[in-house]
C-alpha cells in the first residue's frame, strides 16, 4: 500500500535539486507505484494529480486525516488561553505545527501586531522553535507573541477550540503546497475555529470559500493577512456564530474520521477477501445526528 501524503518531489525541499538527479527519483518512484497493490492519497486534487502524472487505471482512495468526532462544548475550552498566559480580552490567533521557514510564521507575527487586542500563538516544534521563543522575549512582541510546546494529537482540537483564528500562512511557492490538506486545518475545522489561509493554497481556499469559513491572505504581506484577521475578529457576533456553526457541522457530518476510513476500509476489503473488519475495532462508530 504506497500512502502519498505530500507530493515529495514538487516541494521546495527538492526545487534545487539538479533535474537529472530528480528525473532518477522520478522513475524509482514509479516504479515503486508499479508494484503497489493500493495507493491512498489525503484528498481529490492530489488524487487526481498522481492518476495524471503515474497513469493510473483509477484515482487512489481519498482518506481525509480527519480527528475523530469532537463534540463541541460551550464554552469553548480555554487550555490554550490558559497556557499562553493571556488575558480573556486578548484575541487569540493561532499557529499550528512544524515551526520553521515556508510556513508564514514571520509575516504572520507581523500581521497581528496590527491587530489591537490580539496575540499570536504557536503551538508545535521544529528548527525555529528557539526563534519564535526568542520573538515572545523581544519587547516589540511583549505579550502578543507567544510560543508553546506541542500537545499530544489527540488534544489538539480541543485546544484549538480555545483561539479566535487560526491562520495557515504557507506561500504555495511549490504544487506540494497548494494541493496540501494539512492535519491542522481539519483540526481546526473540528475546533469550530475559523480560518484565515493563503490564496494560493487550493483545496483549503475552496472549502474555506464554498463553506465561508474564514477568509483569505496573501500569505507573504502582513498588512493583507492582518486585513483577512480583521475580517475574522472583527465581524459581527451573528456571523462569527454561523461560521463556527458551519465548521462543526461540516466536522460532525463529513470531515471526521469514522467517516473518511471508509474508503480505506472498502479497499483493504477488495484486495484481501475476508478483511471487512468483523471482529476488529477500526474506530469506526456511527454518525450522531446532532452536535
Known amino acids: 500500500m504506497y500512502d502519498v501524503i505530500d507530493l515529495f518531489l514538487e516541494g521546495n525541499a527538492y526545487a534545487s535539486m539538479p533535474r537529472p538527479l530528480k528525473r532518477l527519483y522520478e522513475r524509482r518512484e514509479l516504479a515503486l507505484v508499479g508494484r ?44 490554550l488561553r490558559r497556557a499562553a498566559g493571556l488575558a480573556s480580552t486578548t484575541r487569540l490567533v493561532l499557529f499550528l505545527g512544524i515551526l520553521g521557514a515556508d510556513r508564514g510564521l514571520l509575516e504572520s507575527g507581523e500581521a497581528v501586531l496590527r491587530l489591537p487586542d490580539a496575540a499570536f500563538v504557536a503551538v508545535g516544534f521544529g528548527p525555529w522553535y528557539e526563534r519564535m521563543r526568542a520573538l515572545d522575549a523581544d519587547p516589540r512582541f511583549a505579550g502578543r507573541h507567544v510560543t508553546l510546546p506541542p500537545v499530544h494529537p489527540d488534544d489538539v482540537p480541543r485546544w484549538a477550540a480555545g483561539a479566535d483564528a487560526a491562520l495557515i500562512a504557507v506561500p504555495g511557492d511549490s504544487l506540494n503546497q497548494r494541493l496540501s490538506t494539512p492535519n491542522k486545518f481539519w483540526e481546526s475545522l473540528a475546533a469550530g475555529v475559523p480560518l484565515v489561509v493563503g490564496r494560493e493554497l487550493a483545496v483549503m481556499r475552496e472549502i474555506v470559500e464554498r463553506h465561508d469559513l474564514g477568509a483569505i491572505a496573501d500569505p507573504a504581506d502582513p498588512e493583507d493577512l492582518a486585513r483577512a484577521l480583521r475580517e475574522v475578529l472583527d ?35 477488495r484486495l484481501v477477501p475476508g478483511s471487512d473488519g468483523d471482529g476488529v475495532d477500526y474506530g469506526v462508530r456511527p454518525a450522531v445526528e446532532s452536535p
Open 235 to 269: 465581524a459581527p457576533p451573528e456571523a462569527r456564530a454561523g461560521r463556527r456553526a458551519r465548521a462543526l457541522v461540516l466536522h460532525r457530518d463529513t470531515y471526521r474520521w469514522d467517516v473518511q476510513v471508509r474508503p480505506l476500509l472498502a479497499l483493504a476489503a
Open 36 to 79: 503497489a497493490d493500493g495507493i491512498v492519497t489525503v484528498n481529490e486534487a492530489l488524487a487526481a494529480e498522481l492518476r495524471r502524472r503515474w497513469a493510473l487505471a483509477e484515482e487512489p482512495a481519498v482518506v481525509r486525516n480527519c480527528p475523530p468526532y469532537l463534540p463541541p462544548r460551550e464554552p469553548p475550552p480555554d487550555e
